[in-house]
């Protein structure tokens, strides 16, 4: 089996239990501003319609957005959104008083969710900011449909429309982070070495396998390289050692396993190649920062 970048980028996703809310879709005129930071997850604001202005801590501008742009923030930086370019007034939410007149923008903001406890390297490989403008370039065609997919839900409000909104915003990061792989010249992290020809053959094979015995050795075999020149590439894109990342691997795959109740820990410690249930455990336990039984009873890492 051969895997595509696209194919080892949406496994590698799959591990992270991604889940997204939108929690507030409205139109605001006259004085108001949002501000959604310090939530210490990722954050995003759809464009609609109209036009406002976002302010980044250390930046003295402000950025202008327009209708069916997307702002993702990957680690929760502070910004404030706002209809004109003036600094706003505080750091906090401030709603217009119900006879507001003026210019109206129609925002769409929510979060998206990883289920893991543990360091993410996607999120780490991000920047501070996403900014998407969907019409930019042709490539974007199809993030854009799926944003005025969202913003058409989020106006009906049909019954379910919270569970249709979550899906449909889940899909949306995928696209995002898709696009910005793309897009992106300084790529680092885990998407530099998705993008490395050699590292990311040793991460499929991993993915493909990850309860094989794999050594630090038998990994660069499987990149073409040498034990050395992988060990320090691998490090260097990835950001932590090979047979680390592995586990790490190894043990959000334990997590979605462990799902199932049919299958015991001894079960799953077998498959992902653990000798011994209590070494499993151990690991498992370092890693997620719950036991294993945790997770089977709900209390997901």
């Given at each position: 089996m051969t895997y595509r970048s696209e194919d080892l980028l949406a496994d590698v996703l799959s591990g992270y239990r991604l889940t997204a809310s939108v929690f507030h879709h409205d139109d605001w005129c006259g004085r108001w501003q949002v501000n959604i930071s310090g939530s210490r997850r990722t954050t995003f604001h759809l464009i609609g319609r109209g036009a406002c202005w976002l302010?980044?801590?250390?930046?003295?501008?402000?950025?202008?957005?327009?209708?069916?742009?997307?702002?993702?923030?990957?680690?929760?930086?502070?910004?404030?959104?706002?209809?004109?370019?003036?600094?706003?007034?505080?750091?906090?939410?401030?709603?217009?008083?119900?006879?507001?007149?003026?210019?109206?923008?129609?925002?769409?903001?929510?979060?998206?969710?990883?289920?893991?406890?543990?360091?993410?390297?996607?999120?780490?490989?991000?920047?501070?900011?996403?900014?998407?403008?969907?019409?930019?370039?042709?490539?974007?065609?199809?993030?854009?449909?799926?944003?005025?997919?969202?913003?058409?839900?989020?106006?009906?409000?049909?019954?379910?429309?919270?569970?249709?909104?979550?899906?449909?915003?889940?899909?949306?990061?995928?696209?995002v982070l898709r696009a910005y792989a793309r897009e992106a010249k300084d790529r680092r992290g885990l998407l530099?070495?998705?993008?490395?020809?050699?590292?990311?053959?040793?991460?499929?094979?991993?993915?493909?396998?990850?309860?094989?015995?794999?050594?630090?050795?038998?990994?660069?075999?499987a990149a073409g390289m040498s034990r050395t020149a992988f060990s320090v590439t691998f490090g260097k894109l990835v950001g932590e050692p090979p047979l680390r990342y592995l586990t790490a691997l190894r043990m959000r795959r334990a997590a979605e396993l462990l799902q199932d109740r049919g299958r015991s820990v001894a079960a799953v410690a077998e498959e992902l190649g653990y000798e011994t249930e209590p070494a499993f455990r151990r690991a498992f336990k370092r890693v997620q920062g719950v036991a294993p039984g945790a997770v089977r009873r709900g209390r997901n890492s």
């Open positions: 302010h980044l801590k250390g930046r003295a501008a402000p950025v202008a957005l327009a209708g069916g742009d997307l702002v993702v923030f990957p680690h929760d930086a502070w910004h404030v959104l706002t209809p004109t370019p003036a600094r706003p007034r505080s750091g906090a939410t401030a709603f217009p008083a119900g006879d507001a007149e003026g210019p109206v923008t129609n925002l769409l903001c929510g979060y998206f969710d990883f289920g893991v406890a543990a360091r993410n390297p996607i999120l780490e490989a991000l920047p501070e900011m996403i900014h998407i403008r969907c019409e930019q370039t042709p490539a974007y065609a199809r993030l854009e449909s799926l944003a005025r997919l969202i913003l058409a839900e989020a106006d009906a409000g049909d019954d379910g429309q919270h569970l249709v909104l979550g899906r449909l915003a889940d899909a949306l990061f995928v696209m530099a070495a998705l993008a490395d020809a050699r590292v990311s053959k040793a991460l499929a094979a991993a993915h493909r396998e990850p309860g094989r015995p794999w050594t630090v050795e038998s990994l660069a075999r």
